[in-house]
């Protein structure tokens, strides 16, 4: 009542609001008699209005409450209420000069109405989330209801109300009050907001402990749950039958904590290690147990899954879920974790994930998370929790050779995970001290000469990570004094969208006639691409422990000039898709190839017998690129023609 009265007498409201905003409900109000008192006296009214309210009356205000929700006296009906979230300023709030803000936001509900896009999703599936939510509560509770409600009264205190949007209640867990709100996120990829609200509104629901003993006898509980796992999942965080209570932490780090009533015999049955726990022979006798490696919220979802096979995994709480499952031998939980990891890995959160996925051992995970670095190397870098990991996890991106990044950004991205770990450490961050705790190996697995010139100067240089020697060595590569500036690599990595284009139906294996033999001849071929490529390498065919010394050129056929050129020596490996054994040839930096336009690979090749290819196509269609290929004549050629031959497969990606 008070801000209804403060909100009529000078000076309290007239120098804030305009006359002309007056809602009638206030305004009825009114009397002439309040001008003439003063502050003191006009509380004193305040205080003697006392509301004559029944339980009837309460039922009526509830009923007509619902009704006008949604009608257009809304925020008539609405003026004067001091909602949980204003309480505390309108008892602080200087009653000579109450807040502008404070006065407009009880009294005056129409002018501080806000629109935004939660708002107004949050409007458009209110009912929807409601619905989802019963539904939900009704597989998971027993005898679950709901019913909406307006607004409630208390009868021995009408000052004191509340608006929630249902009541509900369960066998399980007694009445409760509950409220849509909005929530503008989208937690999981494609998956509308409300969907990701439910579960934690009944995770809010079952975090608490329960004590309904005395309910739990009156009412021969036993008798409505037909299910062994409903019964379980009665007694879960209560102290019905509770023979063990666990102490653990809030959260990791914190000295508040938290108790969680448990049953042995359930948790026995569900994990080898509380069975020896409260079995074994060493079992332990004590009523409480302290846990201080495990979070309250964590622990209480692996009890959660131990007595109703359900369990609510969140970005939050997932990993320490995964820690507890494996420590306590649960794996079907664990799998259930592995699970959301998978389903929700992406580049802001891979460098977590990882870390994890290794020390459980989950290959597969492991995998996955660098198949996702590999593709998105950019984004996953930039990520908050790269700058976190272990010093094992750079060195083992830097050596990756599929990497899809520019190198100057890997080196940026290597400096500022020093950078990090310096500072962690306590130390100056220096370039002496970040290559120390880089190490070697980190260092030597950025190529540097794949960095522009320029780029190397403004960056590479100002961090003081390389030694003298090796920044000299640069130099004279990049002014072509020095062909390979040791110890640093000089082939590209190769581009995760790299595909291999195969041009043969059949293969042959080396025999003592039919073989592939090299004696000083080139095979060669002309290739043309009917849009631009990127050439990254050529795969070779060999023998069975085979080793091959090779050189390999790109040729532009107009001028006879060499575009790529690399030699070396090479093993021969299983090919991962077809029978043969052979090897890949990559470039030091790919090249472009232009569509439609001829382009000769020649290899001059000295090594044992090998593999050779038959039934060649052309064209081949790959990719959405279309490749044709032809015989080198007049060129000098071991054999190799568009039918059969020498090179299985093109390595490229398409230009963007």
Known sequence: MKPFVLSLVQPYAESYVKSSRHITTVTDLFDKKYLELSYPELLKVCMSIKLDITKEKIDQVERDRIKQAKGINFFKHRAGRIGASQSKSACHTNPALPSQSLIKQICYLELAKFSTEATEHGCRHEALAIRTYEELMKTNHVNFKMKECGLVINEDMP????????????????????????VHQRILPDKPHWDSVVPKLENFWRREPRTNIAMAAEDNWQTKLSTLVERTAFIFNNDLLSDVKFVVPVSTGESETKVIPAHKFVL????????????????????????PDCEYESLLELFCFLYSDKVNLTGYNVMQVLYLANKYMVPSLAEKCTEYLRDNLKASNVFCILPHAQKFEDKDLEDRCWELIEKQTQEAMTSAEFVSVERSVVESLVKRERLNVEEVELFKAVDHWATKECERQGMISDGGIKRRLLGEDIVKGIRFPLIPQKDFASVVFDSRILSYEEFGNMIKYYNGVLTTPSPFLLACRIDPTTHRCFRFQTFCAPAPRGSWRYSGTADSIILTVEKPVKLYGVQHFGSEGGKYTVTTDIVDPIGNTSLVSRAGNYASEKSDTHAYYGFDVMFDRPVILK?????????????????????????????????TFRNSAPDVNNGTNETGGQFPGILFSVSK
Not at 159 to 182: N, S
Not at 271 to 289: C, H, L, R, T, W
Request: glycine share 10%; proline share 6%.
């Open 268 to 291: 026995a049955i569900s994990s080898p290690v509380f069975f020896a726990m409260f079995y074994g022979q060493m079992a332990e006798n004590k009523d409480s147990i302290e846990l």
């Open 159 to 182: 000052w004191l109300h509340a608006t929630p949007d249902f009541f509900c209640e369960c066998d399980c867990c007694g009445e409760g009050i509950d409220q849509v709100m909005p």
């Open 595 to 627: 569509a439609n336009k001829e382009y000769k690979v020649k290899s001059l090749i000295n090594g044992p017998s090998s593999w050779h290819g038959g039934k060649g196509q052309t064209p081949v269609q790959c990719e959405g690129v279309r490749f």
